[in-house]
Each structure stands twice: as C-alpha cells, then as structure tokens.
C-alpha cells in the first residue's frame, strides 16, 4: 500500500506565500503520476497542478504563473509553491499519487488525507 503525508497548509494574507510538500511511503518503485487537487467547500474537488516522472507539467488557468508544481522522484515527494495566494485559494488540498509501480505490481489513484489552505486578511 501506499501512504501520503501532506504538509504545509495554514492561514496567510492575501499576496502572501506558502509550499505545500507531499511524501509517499510504502514498498514503492517508482510514481508516474503526482498532482495536488483542493476542493472548497459546496464545490466538487479541482485539479491544481500536475507532474509526471519525466517532468511534464500540468496547471488549472486559475493559478498559472503564481503556483509551481515540483517533484523530488528519489524522495517519492511533491511539492507545491504557491505565491500571490488570493481568498478563492482557500481549500483543502489533496495529494494525489497514480501508476504507482509497487514491489508487488501497479497501484493507481493514492490519495492524502487532505492540507487546509486559508486566505484570509
């Protein structure tokens, strides 16, 4: 099995800054697929950013420019750099990890148990 520990949530002003960092444990050989989604209450969850092993980047219109998505692969770990944070920010974010090659064959669709990200002055 695989298990995410989402960090780095909080409350901070609007123009403010905050990482969101992600690590996934458990008997894991490699994760194609990392991305963080959020999802504010009365709205369906939302993709944010998207990284897969190689590289490639995904990002919502609504954050491009102002949040970067990034992945250390040797620490099974995805970060989220969010800058010039605006009130329509606030959510829970949830880590996301897909195609997980495991010592015992592929698992799909992981998930954290969710960050709480405030903006608010």
């Known amino acids: 099995q695989v298990q995410l520990v989402e960090s780095g949530g909080g409350l901070v002003q609007p123009g403010g800054s905050l990482r969101l960092s992600c690590a996934a444990s458990?008997?894991?050989?490699?994760?194609?697929?990392m991305g963080w989604y959020r999802q504010a209450p009365g709205k369906q969850r939302e993709l944010v950013a998207a990284?897969?092993?190689?590289?490639?980047?995904n990002y919502a219109d609504s954050v491009k420019g102002r949040f970067t998505i990034s992945r250390d692969n040797a620490k099974n770990t995805v970060y989220l750099q969010m800058n010039n944070l605006k009130p329509e920010d606030t959510a829970v974010y949830y880590c996301?990890?897909?195609?997980?090659?495991?010592?015992?064959?592929?698992?799909?669709?992981?998930w954290g148990q969710g960050t709480q990200v405030t903006v608010s002055s």
């Open positions: 996301n990890a897909d195609r997980v090659l495991l010592v015992t064959g592929w698992g799909r669709d992981y």
């Open positions: 458990g008997s894991i050989l490699s994760i194609n697929y």
């Open positions: 990284v897969t092993s190689g590289g490639s980047t």
